[in-house]
């Protein structure tokens, strides 16, 4: 709450934070979480792709759940250096997926959000920013229907109608306007004017990063803090704190590797105590005990200064609860995480167990409120990464996380 800029660097409309205030449910996938602080200014940056329709839809959604979301147009800042993701570019990403499906047998598991082939078109330089839709439109509209013409080229199946999506883009134009700034001067500003607190937003877990991540069974931006860098243009000497937010047990929304997953009862009852479901897809998700060679794995690219240690309430109810502390490959224990998907598929974990505390923990506001075995388990997972846990989450309320220092 005392942040006064709250900022995304990374990922798009494929995020899903959902954000509990004053009993209200939001959730959010474009704008920052910081949106709901009246105070705060959010600023979304140049890493960011952005689907407009997407956006307004998310505002009107959360208006519409209570308070907290009105005003949002004047305290909400969009870089100008920002990719915008089209219709075409979520048609794309389904039919891709259904592409993978019929070849492999298996698909990413993406949101069909569009975030891949907008980061492709991106990377390809045929990609069109937030500067160019509100520059010459004339311009902007050739640029489009090139695009549009070079995806019905790739993909026959692939249907745009052209003239409308640039008629509904020509009204998306006038309504960004006023939020629109040049990202680069507005975070130099907010760098070198009065000191501020500024807050920056991870949209995906480390492990989805793409240069990092369970490849390719990732998404298509660096998630990690490498990414603060390039997606906000803030220079690396001015990265303060970086906190890491990791659950008390271990979840993956869609396919990939999972080496701690409960495949049994144990990881249902973590699915249905956690409500484990995709903010985004609506998926299950699936779950596992804590696997902390990923967390570490995780500290090794992004340096935390502290962890926050979420839904440690979850695991109410177990007699006994398993860590993963270490992977071997062929029986010999290996000190990395290994890139490729076909040895981690391999790898089998040694588990340590600690003793479960079998009573509730929602009502604990202080570190001292948690039963004893509850604490050995905060204990356990900073004596192991050799990061402080910062803060502990006990349910979804605000009051619900309890700050150990």
């Known amino acids: 709450m005392d942040a006064d800029l709250v900022c995304r660097c990374q990922g798009g409309n494929n995020a899903g934070h959902t954000v509990v205030v004053d009993a209200i449910e939001y959730d959010f996938h474009l704008l920052p979480s910081g949106v709901l602080n009246r105070r705060a200014t959010s600023f979304i940056g140049n890493g960011v792709v952005i689907h407009l329709p997407g956006l307004f839809e998310e505002a009107e959604k959360n208006l519409k759940k209570g308070p907290g979301l009105e005003g949002w147009e004047s305290r909400t800042v969009i870089s100008d250096r920002a990719h915008i993701v089209f219709d075409f570019h979520q048609a794309v990403d389904g039919i891709q997926e259904q592409q993978r499906q019929q070849q492999d047998g298996k698909n990413l598991g993406t949101t069909k959000k569009g975030i891949g082939p907008v980061y492709a078109s991106k990377a390809s330089r045929t990609g069109l920013r937030i500067c160019d839709l509100l520059a010459d439109f004339g311009q902007f509209s050739k640029k489009f229907e ?17 003239e409308a999506e640039l008629q509904q883009l020509k009204v998306y134009a006038e309504k960004i306007r006023p939020l629109v700034k040049d990202g680069v001067y507005f975070m130099h500003q907010a760098l070198h004017g009065p000191p501020k607190k500024i807050l920056v937003e991870g949209a995906n877990a480390a492990l989805l990063d793409i240069d990092f991540g369970t490849y390719p069974f990732v998404t298509s931006s660096n998630c990690t803090v490498g990414g603060v860098c390039t997606g906000l243009g803030v220079p690396p000497r001015y990265i303060g704190k970086v906190y890491g937010v990791v659950k008390a047990y271990t979840t993956r929304v869609g396919v990939g590797t999972f080496p701690t997953e409960q495949d049994n009862e144990i990881g249902e009852l973590l699915q249905s105590r956690g409500r484990e479901f995709g903010v985004t897809t609506g998926r299950k998700r699936r779950c596992g005990w804590l696997d902390l060679v990923l967390v570490r794995y995780a500290h090794m690219i992004n340096g935390f200064s502290a962890l926050a240690l979420t839904k440690l309430d979850i695991l109410d109810t177990f007699p006994e ?12 224990p290996i000190p990395y995480f290994p890139a490729n998907q076909e040895l981690l598929n391999r790898v089998s974990v040694r588990y340590e167990t600690l003793p479960g505390w079998q009573c509730s923990t929602e009502q604990a506001r202080g570190f001292a409120d948690l039963p004893p075995q509850a604490q050995g388990y905060v204990r356990f997972v900073e004596q192991h990464l050799g990061v402080p846990v910062k803060w502990v989450g006990v349910g979804k309320f605000r009051e619900s996380i309890i700050k150990v220092f």
């Open 146 to 162: 090139a695009l549009a013409q070079q995806y019905k080229a790739t993909y026959p199946a692939l249907t745009i109608d052209t």
């Open 321 to 332: 609860i398993k860590v993963g502390v270490e992977y071997c490959l062929d029986g010999k």
